[in-house]
């Protein structure tokens, strides 16, 4: 069974940074878009970023120029690289890859903000 597991979250003040990571594990053949999307408290859902196994990258506006999203191939493994953080920016962030033809999301890091 393929899963997705995040990790880098945590708390951080206004104006640093923070590196998020999430590794696919389990049977592999192919992962190809990887994204991160992120949800506030209270509210639904969001995109934040994706890269495609060609490494074509998408970004919401409320991070471009702040965040990068980037992936190791070799190690199954998606980035997303957070600077100047906002606490809009605080959130629960998820995993979601195209892994073996099926979308997988991972379970979840907290980021917390504080101004």
């Known amino acids: 069974q393929v899963q997705l597991v995040e990790s880098g979250g945590g708390l951080v003040q206004a104006g640093g940074s923070l590196r998020l990571s999430c590794v696919a594990s389990?049977?592999?053949?192919?992962?190809?878009?990887m994204g991160w999307y992120r949800q506030p408290p209270g509210k639904q859902r969001e995109l934040v970023a994706t890269i495609t196994s060609g490494d074509i990258t998408n970004y919401a506006d409320s991070v471009k120029g702040r965040f990068t999203i980037s992936r190791d191939n070799a190690k199954n493994t998606v980035y997303l690289q957070m600077s100047s953080l906002k606490p809009e920016d605080s959130a629960v962030y998820y995993c979601n890859g195209a892994v073996n033809g099926r979308w997988v999301w991972g379970q979840g890091t907290q980021v917390a903000v504080s101004s």
């Open positions: 389990g049977t592999i053949f192919s992962i190809n878009t």
